[in-house]
């Protein structure tokens, strides 16, 4: 598996993996089977590992952490804080910076490490300054606890203000075939800054992948159940377009989340991928499209079948909107 330099020198896998939907979002954890798609993934060279304590909650760190016990220096580890999880099982996003150390110390113990390689402040809280919760983060890295620091789905002005204080090394966003919107200010600030973008759900939560049609619903606590994208006239119209990618897929003779995996990377080589997978089926797959090289007239093609503008619906409800971009 080729590496990618994000930025600060930090180097990764151009192939991660995103643990979540091992323990939510996307129907029943099997953790037996996680736990094999974890290993399987080191086994195969795939070593970015990426979970967050709000997984769960809370579960997910402690997966990731069994997982990889016995194999931690294998691992570019990173987690995230600010999607505080709250007992009576609501949440808030904090960044209050004595949140964001019992955060930090409680995530090591989870994961049954000494130290994080990389910590992402999960979401921007609008009542603390970005610059206090980056000089908590900062002094995290100095106590050897982090090694280095991101950002999930801040603004380009906040990117800015917080790579002041402490400096950035990646800014996971949504970006895929199906999510286009980072192009528009976040890439062209996170490059000038010498940040590198780590993509997530570049699979479009499973719409790129070919396998989901209109014969039924989702299962229960799935989260596509409330997604936009995925309800009605927004589901008909995106699946249609999905249908475009499959046969551009099709006469490539690779599967359709294969060639959605494939175009996040030949974005350019300051972007990684990290889909999510908790069976060894689908990772070995996913792995498979790092040896993809797409032609220019395959690039041209994809973007003719998927326009910026061709996809109906937010990416998240309504309450979960209100915290991105910020």
């Known amino acids: 598996m080729r590496q990618r330099t994000l930025g600060q020198g930090l180097t990764v896998t151009e192939l991660g993996l995103g643990c979540m939907g091992m323990s939510q979002s996307y129907g029943a954890p099997d953790d037996e089977e996680s736990v094999a798609t974890i290993q399987r993934a080191l086994d195969l060279g795939v070593t970015f590992l ?11 760190e402690c997966l ?3 997982a990889i016990k016995g194999r931690r220096d ?28 019992a955060a930090c110390d409680a995530s ?23 610059e206090d919760t980056w000089g908590a983060m900062s002094e995290l890295v100095q106590a050897g606890k982090v090694r280095y620091l991101g950002i999930s789905e801040g603004a380009p002005a906040t990117v800015r203000r917080a790579h002041a204080v402490h400096p950035m090394a990646a800014g996971q966003y949504e970006y895929s075939l199906f999510s286009r919107e980072p192009e528009d200010e976040l890439l062209p600030v996170l490059r000038e800054l010498g940040i590198g973008l780590v993509s997530y759900s570049p699979l479009g939560r499973g719409l790129l992948t070919g396998s989901l049609d209109t014969s039924g619903g989702f299962r ?11 309800q009605g006239e927004n589901y008909d119209h995106n699946l249609a377009v999905a249908a475009r990618v499959a046969e551009i897929a099709g006469a490539r003779g690779v599967t359709p989340a294969q060639l ?15 889909p999510g997978t908790k069976r060894r089926t689908y990772l070995e797959q996913n792995v498979a499209a790092a040896d993809i090289v797409l032609t220019p007239e395959d690039l041209i093609a994809l973007g003719k079948a998927v326009p910026r503008d061709a996809i109906a619906g937010e ?7 209100a915290h991105i971009g910020l």
């Open 260 to 274: 959605a995996i494939a175009w996040v990377l030949a974005q350019g080589n300051d972007i990684v991928a990290i």
């Open 220 to 230: 229960a606590g799935d989260f596509r159940n409330a997604a936009p994208r995925f």
């Open 50 to 60: 990426d979970t967050a304590d709000a997984y769960g909650p809370f579960t997910n």
């Open 315 to 321: 990416r998240y409800p309504a309450p979960f909107m």
């Open 108 to 130: 090591l113990e989870r994961l049954g490490t000494d130290h994080i390689d990389l910590y992402y402040q999960h979401r921007v809280d609008r009542d603390v300054p970005v």
């Open 64 to 66: 990731v952490g069994g």
């Open 74 to 101: 294998e691992v570019v580890l990173a987690t995230k804080f600010g999607n505080e999880r709250l007992p009576d099982g609501s949440r808030r996003v904090n960044g209050r910076p004595g949140y964001v150390r």
